[in-house]
């Protein structure tokens, strides 16, 4: 089966610019995540989707990040306007049963400059 | 709070040696508990995973212990190689239906020759 993809795989934008991440997971699982990893430190849960329904958005820094998923697929990440410390590598990952662990994509390193 | 603590790397081996990257956590309920690892270049994988007290996951020759009493999850190898080297993360995912990970924040393994 197809893994979870992202893309872009890297970007980098100017400070105040708006980027959009897109993910799309292994196609059934109900389950998608967003997590970064900021400055090398733990990576950080953002939220998680089941189908089209956000369900625990926590995680979420602030109201610049914007996390839509279209039908219950794919699902886009976007940050308006970018600030530095938004850079970090983004991960996205999807599952059919989370108490046996995710499947992550291979993440988008965005730099903010 | 819930929490993971690693062993802060990097760790360098030689190879053929023992491994073992601690990891301790802070939970509340009966969480699961996993490792995962990115190879350089990649995104992360499960490695292996327990869900219960005294639960043994193992994969690719690694193996970890399900703790409870000492809330330890350490991973450990008996001989690692080079293609070993990579980021190595425990995390722990709460109970209750609906799971985010909790992440250490990394064990960088070196391993040469």
């Known amino acids: 089966e197809a893994g979870v993809t992202q893309f872009p795989s890297h970007s980098v934008i100017e400070k105040g610019q708006t980027v959009t991440l897109r993910c799309d997971p292994i196609?059934?699982?109900?389950?998608l995540y967003w997590y970064r990893r900021v400055m090398g430190k733990e990576i950080k849960f953002l939220l998680h989707?089941?189908?089209?329904?956000?369900?625990?958005e926590s995680g979420m820094p602030n109201n610049r990040f914007l996390a839509e998923r279209t039908g219950g697929t794919y699902s886009t990440l976007k940050v308006q306007p970018a600030e530095l410390e938004d850079s970090g590598v983004y991960f996205c990952?999807?599952?059919?049963?989370?108490?046996?662990?995710?499947?992550f994509g291979s993440g988008t390193r965005l730099t903010v400059v | 709070g819930n929490s993971v603590t690693q062993m802060e790397g990097p760790v360098t081996l030689s190879e053929e040696a023992f491994l073992t990257i601690n990891c301790t956590y802070t939970?509340?309920?009966?969480?699961?508990l996993f490792w995962y690892v990115q190879y350089p270049g990649e995104g992360l994988q499960l490695l292996l995973k327990?869900?219960?007290?005294?639960d043994k996951g193992s994969n690719k020759g690694f193996e970890a212990t399900y703790r409870k009493e000492t809330t330890s999850f350490h991973l450990e190898k008996g001989s690692v190689q080079v293609s070993d080297s990579a980021v190595y993360f425990c995390?722990?995912?709460?109970?209750?239906?609906?799971?985010?990970?909790?992440f250490g924040a990394g064990t960088r393994l070196a391993v040469h020759p």
């Open positions: 989707f089941v189908k089209e329904s956000k369900q625990d």
């Open positions: 990952a999807s599952s059919q049963r989370p108490e046996w662990g995710y499947t």
């Open positions: 939970a509340t309920g009966y969480p699961s």
């Open positions: 196609s059934g699982h109900d389950n």
């Open positions: 327990a869900t219960k007290a005294d």
């Open positions: 995390a722990l995912g709460l109970s209750g239906g609906y799971n985010k990970l909790i």
